[in-house]
């Protein structure tokens, strides 16, 4: 069965699959209601929310902006305590120092932090003998 949606910037109807997301009729209509989400800040919201997914992908991309870098204190098993600014960022340069993968890693890392919060149900206070001393918001 062929299904119609109405057009978001002309009102046309046009053809489009259940499964498609298309909310305009044509390239042209795509790119003015583009503009029109970018002038209201819907665009800008979108993207920010974006970022704010992509820590639970850490491998995909970089992403570094003020606003996601927090301060980190860990303790490796050695005992040596590391600040750093960003734990993904330190993670990847001191991955020869992690047994595991930077995403084990964070992955751990954040859980030792839920489990400080009283956040998680699991009580992981330790990765691979690593654990989180402080941190900031
Ligand atoms: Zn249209």
Redo the contacts with the bound molecule.
């Keep these: 069965m062929q299904q119609y949606k109405i057009?978001t910037?002309?009102g046309?109807r046009f053809k489009a699959g259940l499964t498609s997301n298309r909310k305009?009729?044509?390239p042209q209509?795509a790119s003015s209601n583009r503009r029109t989400l970018a002038k209201s800040g819907l665009a800008k919201k979108m993207s920010k929310k974006a970022l704010e997914l992509q820590p639970s992908n850490p491998l995909l991309g970089r992403f570094e902006t003020h606003i996601h870098a927090k301060e980190w204190a860990i303790k490796s098993p050695e005992g040596q305590v590391f600040r750093c600014r960003n734990l993904l960022n330190w993670l990847r340069e001191h991955e020869d120092m992690l047994d595991g993968t930077i995403k084990q890693a964070f992955v751990g890392f954040s859980q030792i932090k839920r489990s400080m919060k009283g956040a998680s149900k699991r009580n992981n206070r330790t990765w691979k003998g690593w654990t989180v001393v402080d941190w900031g918001e």
């Design positions: 057009c910037v002309c046309e305009t009729c044509s209509c």
